[in-house]
């Protein structure tokens, strides 16, 4: 039962598919993850807990999901799934949750924060932290708040309470160069 859990999950990180986010210089932050549906995922963790009655599984310890190009380390995710794996497994994965500084990379984009959580349902990706940082190539942006809408792509980026946005474009890069 727990292998079947174990596949349950695994197909479940395909689907957290971080689609592409709309923002001009970072336009690919989000594609990886479930892009490829021939990609293999693979994940590392020092530890798997499966919990049947609260339907979750638990990655501790040093946690690195995998797929081609992209990838995601954190020190703890929890994977929690709804119902019986019976019929469509990818429908049964209700929400994903990262704490422990998240890292989220792919080809030259990275995003990183204290904690990021997938809604499922409502295709939602939230990334939060002191210090949430969006960089690709030498372009950064900075708040503390990311939501990304993994159907439209659209990414909004809020700042701390007591602070700004901030944004750093090389010209070279909106050059072309």
Do not use: C, H, W
């Amino acid at each position: 039962m727990k292998l079947f859990r174990f596949a349950v999950v695994a197909t479940g990180l395909m689907l957290a598919g971080l689609a592409p986010a709309s923002a001009q210089t970072f336009s690919n932050a989000f594609a990886g993850f479930g892009s490829n549906d021939a990609e293999p995922i693979q994940i590392e963790a020092e530890s798997l807990e499966v919990q049947d009655k609260s339907n979750s599984a638990t990655f501790t310890g040093n946690v690195v999901v995998s797929q081609g190009e992209s990838q995601l380390k954190t020190q703890n995710l929890v994977v929690f799934y709804a119902g019986s794996a019976a019929g469509n497994v990818q429908q049964s994965i209700s929400r994903l949750e990262a704490r422990g500084r998240v890292y989220i990379s792919s080809k030259d984009q990275t995003a990183t924060g204290d904690e990021a959580s997938f809604d499922m349902d409502r295709q939602i990706m939230v990334m939060t932290g002191d210090k949430v940082v969006l960089s690709q190539g030498e372009n950064v942006v900075v708040g503390n708040k990311l939501t990304v809408n993994l159907k439209t792509g659209k990414a909004d980026l809020q700042a701390p309470s007591t602070g700004r946005v901030k944004v750093l474009i090389q010209p070279r890069s909106v050059q072309g160069n």
